[in-house]
């Protein structure tokens, strides 16, 4: 099976490279370091379907970013990684379905890796 | 037909009779008429010719022949009858008559009627007045020589002729008039000069007349017809042109043979210009009359032989003369004294021989022998080198001469007078100045100042012009000022000037001098020593008293304080002026010895001290205290400055004692009885009231008047010629305050016949300024025993009112002082060194507790005061004392005592002076001591609540820190998230790898490596949130400012990362200071916080260090939103913010200012809204 492809949009530099490395092994990740890059990805691989953001960038916030994409592309599934506890922003993006989900820094590799797969599978219907 | 022819024969005979008649008729008159004509033609005086008519050819008259001539006719011919008749007139009278006479001829007979004519013949040298009448063919002419009369009315026109001439060049014009006729003829002159066009009729004249003269005139008039009185009348007229002329009229009346008047011959002569003279010389002569009179200069005049003299009235009145008499020269000149005489008429003869003009002033002796002064000046008017006339005048100078002497008197007495005299002129140089004057200004001689200028001689050099401009404006001046002598030095003088004007109206300016340095010196030092009093009155309540003895034996109470109101009863007011009424209060058993005390002090110089009582009313005793010093003043008079301390329980209230010392009552009466003798003697008064300035008055009760002397005039601004000379005059001037009190005070003198003593105020009337005068009198009565009349004196006391009215404020601000001092429980000590003891008043027995009973005499021995002392404050108050004590400076200190009986801690302010002494025995200090346990409590308060304040303050620091810790914990959450990311994510690739048995070292090292990095960056996290959490208080650590400032980067990362840029200029030298680490981590954290809550989006943050050796400078600047001015000055207020609420305390910065303080460094910060905000904290090492 061909692994899903996946975009993480993160400004810290160590971060992309350890969920690179991580989710790696199931998916097929590209990597952006910021909201412009990431959105460009995207632009040039439409079969990125995908997404998980920081929240905490320079320029473009995670939230900025997504809100961007939707508005620039169909079908996308996006969540948010971030150090930040869920602010009354986050949480209006996923009651708003904006975002699927939320995960909290440090990382739980398994938990997100759950989520996607789930997310696949919606997709895949 | 006979008969017819009968009738007709007889009536033709009659008729012919009739005829015949008839012709006998006529020729016998025309024999008679020829009869009558020879008689005429005979006997007429006048010439009677026939002439007979020759005709020519056609009929034309040729000429004519003489027929007859009469007797009158032949002698003016000169010719016989013979030679004329049948002749010719051309034969008779030669050729050319008939040419001459023919036009008449011709005329009488183409008219046939007679014909009157006047011819001259020239043949015969004739005027002949002729009538010729033609008869047929012949004519008769009959006529009169008229020769002589035609000569002679000539001669008589001539003659009119010249006398009108004579008459118009007389201005005479003549008249007459006719009476019997009631004609009037006028002159032509007559006609001519009153205008007349001709000869006027009697409605003209009458016309002419003025209205109100005509009856007059006619009355006059009538008389003169009638005669024997001639007509003579002046009266105006008006002429026919309108022009009014005076005129007199003189008329002759002509009688005729029988003696009847028939004429009235006059002349008028036109005056109108001889009255208008008469009347101006008229006029000019009262004039000069009056002006002689006036002047009283008298007029005279030699004339002629210079025998005799004319004299005016006024030179007539001067000799005493009645205005009949007259005087020849001589005897004028034997009017003049004795010895006057020769001078007089040496100087007379040569203004007479030489025309030499004279004037001198001499004694003439009148009529009445008055002896008096006279001028004269005398005038030859010379003509061809002799004199015709010596005129001149002559005034009596007499008055002048006798203020001419009183002048001399005058200046002699000012040459010799001890005061100054001197004037000024209007150009305002000296013109004179008496010795005195010059020698006070230490000049050599009078002279030396006369025309220089007062600027030399005033300090002020202005004083000189604007006194002038004084005087010219309110007349005189009088004051004090500082003049300067020849040497410079300065000197006080008394000055009285005035405006005058000499003989010539020019302005003059004398004024009277006294030097008077003396007595501003020892003015001055008067007010210096009460200046003194005043310093001590402050400090002491009690009476203060400076009296003085004047070496006469005369005393004056110069000040007393209030304290002698309070404590015996006496106004100071009145105790200064009339210090009896303290004497009075004297108890009698003391006075003796009192006054005894006062010599010896004053004898023997030594310092004074009494116990007396004071006898107040109810025989209340009370016992006052008394000491002073004796100190010696220039007028040779002593002065005590005392203390009287009430010594008796202080409770009473006042009353008022009245006993009058006898030695002091006779002083004063002898002074007035002095002043009232002088009063009979105005000369040696005037002297004296020139120095006291004491006017004398006396009023008569029966007439009501009064009577002043010069210097009431002068005190009350009257002139004398002014004053009503009546008891209103006082009235009106006392100020409508004083008045009924003064006036009732006068009755009750009167009445009960007491002595006047009184004090009034009034307007001076010149000046206008407020005046007090002190006025004595005593009554005089007739043999009853009634008052007739008050008499005494005044005197202005303005100066002593006013001085005590200045004593009185001063004294009043005493008063004050006083209160406050018994308000704030003030106790007044009296410190003797010598014996240790210190004497009490009532309150600070009562503050310390002490009873009164175990010190009898107030003396309180200075140690068992120092017991009652706090032991902790013992020394620095004895020392200080002692201080005092030994250099004589004021001491003040303040100390604790614990009271005996209550056991009370109070707080004592002590503040004392040295008495000044001259002599070493007695040392004492003077003070007041109050209790100030009130404020010192006050001040403890204070103390305790400030510290109160810092606690609470140390815990708001603390609670701030909390909050703070509050934002840091947030931070350091979200700061350890990634390095713990990074340890996860290490961990977990790791572990993958492991579970593929896929470990490649290169990958594994990059897994460890995030490891690693992330469990640095988590132990420096924590690291410095220890360093927050320190609470240490010392402020002696050593603060590395650049890693603080680093962990507070750190600390605040997640909010600037990615969003501010953060700019470090961090200096290169050392950034140690010393302080408190947790604190300044506190201060930094919270102004790096605010910076970046002040940038919205994005910015910047210059973090930048500067160091030198003596501080170190932290600049934080960013470009966020600013301060607002207004804010600005707030910032560092707690609880100051801008945020809503929940979103700062507002502490941040009044706690970083707090500790920046702490650490002894400054903070300050400068804004521009919308555009940077800078802190800059200064740390000084």
Redesign the interface.
Same mark, same amino acid.
Do not use: R, V
């Given at each position: 099976m061909k692994k899903e492809k996946v975009l993480y949009v993160d400004? @810290?530099h160590?971060?992309l490279?350890?969920?690179k490395?991580?989710l790696g092994?199931n998916y097929d990740v590209t990597i952006a370091k910021s909201g412009h890059e990431a959105l460009d990805k995207l632009e040039k691989d439409p079969e990125i379907k995908l997404v998980i953001s920081d929240m905490?960038?320079? @320029?473009m916030n995670g939230l900025q970013f997504i809100k961007l994409s939707t508005e620039r592309f169909q079908n996308k599934k996006y969540f948010m990684l971030s150090?930040?506890a869920i602010t009354e922003e986050i949480q209006n993006a996923i009651d708003s379905n904006l975002i699927c989900n939320y995960f909290?820094?440090?990382?739980n590799?398994e938990e997100i890796d759950n989520a996607l797969k789930k997310e696949c599978e919606q997709l895949g219907d | 037909m006979e008969k017819s022819n009968a009738n007709n024969d007889s009536s033709i005979k009659k008729k012919l009779q009739e005829a015949n008649k008839k012709l006998s008729y006529y020729k016998a008159r025309v024999d008679q008429l020829e009869d009558l004509q020879y008689q005429l033609f005979e006997n007429l005086a006048d010439e009677v010719h026939v002439w007979e008519l020759i005709r020519d050819e056609t009929g034309e008259i040729k000429t004519w022949k003489l027929s007859s001539a009469n007797h009158t006719a032949l002698n003016s011919w000169g010719k016989t009858e013979k030679e004329v008749i049948g002749k010719t007139t051309d034969q008779i009278f030669g050729k050319g008559s008939t040419e001459k006479f023919m036009p008449i001829v011709k005329t009488i007979f183409s008219n046939q009627k007679p014909h009157r004519w006047i011819k001259y013949f020239e043949a015969s040298d004739q005027y002949l007045k002729m009538s010729s009448t033609p008869l047929g063919e012949k004519f008769i002419s009959t006529g009169k020589d008229i020769t002589d009369e035609i000569i002679l009315n000539n001669k008589l026109k001539e003659k009119s002729d010249l006398l009108n001439k004579a008459e118009e060049m007389s201005g005479q014009a003549s008249w007459k008039y006719n009476i019997q006729t009631q004609e009037w003829s006028f002159s032509d002159n007559w006609v001519k000069i009153f205008g007349f066009s001709k000869s006027p009729t009697t409605e003209e004249l009458i016309k002419a007349l003025n209205p109100a003269d005509l009856e007059h005139v006619r009355e006059i008039f009538q008389e003169a017809i009638k005669g024997p009185k001639n007509y003579s009348l002046e009266h105006e007229i008006t002429l026919p042109n309108g022009e009014k002329k005076w005129v007199k009229d003189s008329a002759k009346l002509q009688h005729s043979i029988d003696g009847e008047p028939i004429l009235l011959v006059g002349i008028t002569r036109d005056i109108t210009k001889e009255r208008e003279q008469t009347k101006e010389l008229k006029k000019s002569k009262d004039f000069l009359t009056r002006i002689g009179k006036i002047a009283k200069v008298g007029g005279w005049q030699l004339e002629g032989d210079f025998s005799r003299v004319y004299l005016t009235d006024v030179t007539k009145e001067i000799y005493g003369l009645s205005k009949d008499q007259e005087l020849n020269t001589d005897q004028a000149i034997n009017f003049y004294h004795p010895d006057d005489i020769e001078m007089v008429t040496n100087l007379v003869s040569s203004a007479i021989d030489k025309g030499e003009s004279y004037e001198f002033e001499a004694r003439l002796i009148s009529r009445g022998g008055k002896e008096k002064w006279v001028y004269s000046r005398g005038e030859p008017d010379m003509k061809d080198g002799k004199c015709v006339r010596l005129s001149g005048i002559i005034q009596d100078i007499s008055e002048r001469k006798k203020s001419d002497n009183k002048m001399k008197m005058l200046t002699n007495a000012l040459e010799h007078s001890l005061n100054g005299f001197d004037i000024v002129d209007e150009h305002g140089k000296f013109i004179y100045v008496n010795k005195a004057h010059s020698r006070m200004f230490g000049y050599e001689e009078p002279s030396d100042i006369i025309g220089t200028t007062p600027k030399d001689l005033t300090v002020d050099p202005e004083f000189a012009k604007n006194l002038v401009n004084r005087l010219n404006e309110k007349k005189s001046f009088i004051g004090e000022l500082k003049a300067k002598r020849k040497n410079g030095t300065e000197f006080d003088i008394l000055m009285y000037s005035r405006l005058d004007y000499d003989e010539f109206g020019n302005k003059i300016y004398p004024s009277s001098t006294i030097d008077i340095t003396e007595r501003k010196q020892y003015e001055r030092e008067l007010i210096e020593s009460e200046r003194k009093y005043k310093n001590i009155a402050d400090n002491l309540p009690g009476i203060i008293l400076k009296y003085k003895l004047n070496p006469d034996g005369t005393d004056q109470l110069i000040y007393a304080s209030d304290g002698l109101k309070d404590i015996i009863g006496v106004n100071p007011k009145d105790a200064v002026f009339d210090n009896s009424l303290l004497w009075n209060k004297t108890h009698r058993e003391d006075i003796k010895e009192f006054k005894q005390s006062l010599i010896d002090s004053a004898q023997n110089f030594t310092p004074w001290k009494f116990e007396t009582r004071i006898v107040l009313p109810g025989n209340r005793i009370k016992w006052i205290d008394f000491r002073g010093t004796p100190s010696k003043q220039k007028d040779k008079s002593i002065i005590w400055d005392t203390v009287g301390l009430d010594i008796t329980k202080r409770k009473e209230a006042e009353f008022e004692l009245e006993q009058v010392n006898s030695n002091l009552e006779n002083l004063v009466e002898e002074r007035a009885q002095k002043a009232i003798k002088l009063s009979k003697d105005l000369e040696r008064y005037k002297l004296a009231s020139e120095h006291s300035k004491t006017g004398l008055w006396y009023y008569d009760i029966r007439t009501n008047e009064l009577v002043w002397d010069d210097t009431m005039f002068e005190l009350f601004g009257v002139d004398e010629d002014e004053f009503s000379g009546a008891y209103e005059a006082w009235e009106t001037s006392l100020h409508p305050e004083d008045l009924e009190e003064n006036v009732k005070a006068l009755q009750t003198t009167i009445q009960e016949k007491i002595d006047l003593n009184i004090l009034f105020r009034i307007k001076h009337r010149k000046t206008g300024e407020l005046r007090y005068i002190k006025g004595k009198g005593k009554t005089e009565a007739d043999e009853r025993g009634n008052t007739i009349a008050v008499f005494g004196i005044n005197y202005d006391v303005t100066k002593e009112m006013t001085l005590a009215k200045e004593r009185e404020k001063i004294i009043s601000k005493l008063e004050i002082y006083q209160m406050a001092a018994k308000n704030a429980q003030v106790g007044i000590w009296v410190f003797d060194v010598k014996k240790q003891k210190t004497k009490w008043d009532d309150t600070l027995f009562n503050i310390y507790e002490f009873d009164f009973e175990d010190y009898p005499d107030r003396y309180i021995p200075l140690n068992e005061f120092m017991s009652i002392v706090l032991p902790e404050d013992i020394k620095e108050l004895s020392e200080k004392l002692q201080k005092s004590i030994e250099t004589g400076c004021p001491l003040d200190v303040m100390f604790r005592i614990k009271t005996q009986k209550t056991k009370q801690i109070k707080f004592i302010r002590s503040k004392g002076e040295v008495q000044e002494t001259k002599s070493e025995e007695l040392l004492s200090l003077y003070g007041t001591n109050w209790d100030v346990t009130k404020e010192m409590q006050l001040a403890i308060e204070k103390e305790n609540t400030l510290n109160q304040l810092k606690e609470t303050q140390a815990q708001l620091i603390q609670s701030e820190k909390m909050a703070s810790l509050g934002v840091l914990t947030a931070g350091v959450a979200?700061e350890l998230?990634?390095p713990?990311?990074?340890?996860?994510?290490?961990f977990?690739?790791l572990e993958?790898n492991f579970k593929e048995n896929n470990l490649n070292i290169d990958e594994a090292s990059?897994?460890l490596s995030?490891i690693k990095?992330g469990t640095e960056r988590a132990t420096n996290i924590v690291k410095s949130l220890n360093l927050f959490s320190r609470s240490s208080e010392s402020h002696t650590e050593v603060c590395n400012v650049h890693s603080i400032l680093d962990d507070c980067l750190l600390m605040l990362t997640?909010r600037f990362?990615?969003?501010i840029k953060i700019i470090k200029k961090y200096t290169e030298y050392s950034d140690e200071i010393f302080g408190n680490i947790g604190k300044l981590h506190q201060v930094f954290l919270n102004i790096l916080g605010n910076a970046m809550d002040a940038i919205k989006t994005d910015g910047e943050i210059i973090i930048e260090t500067k160091s030198t050796e003596n501080y170190l400078k932290v600049h934080i600047k960013d470009n966020g939103k600013g301060i607002s001015t207004e804010n600005l000055s707030k910032v560092f207020d707690p609880f100051f913010t801008t945020k809503s609420p929940g979103f700062g305390t507002g502490l941040g910065l009044s706690i970083t200012h707090s500790i920046v303080s702490e650490h002894n460094g400054k903070i300050k910060i400068t804004s521009k809204q919308n555009s940077q905000t800078t802190v800059k904290i200064h740390f000084n090492k």
């Open positions: 400004d @810290e160590i971060n490279l350890i969920l490395k991580i092994k905490k960038m320079p @320029e150090g930040f909290q820094k440090p990382a590799f | 979200h998230n990634n713990l990311n990074y340890i996860a994510g290490g977990t690739a993958q990059e897994y995030w990095t997640h990362d990615g969003k």
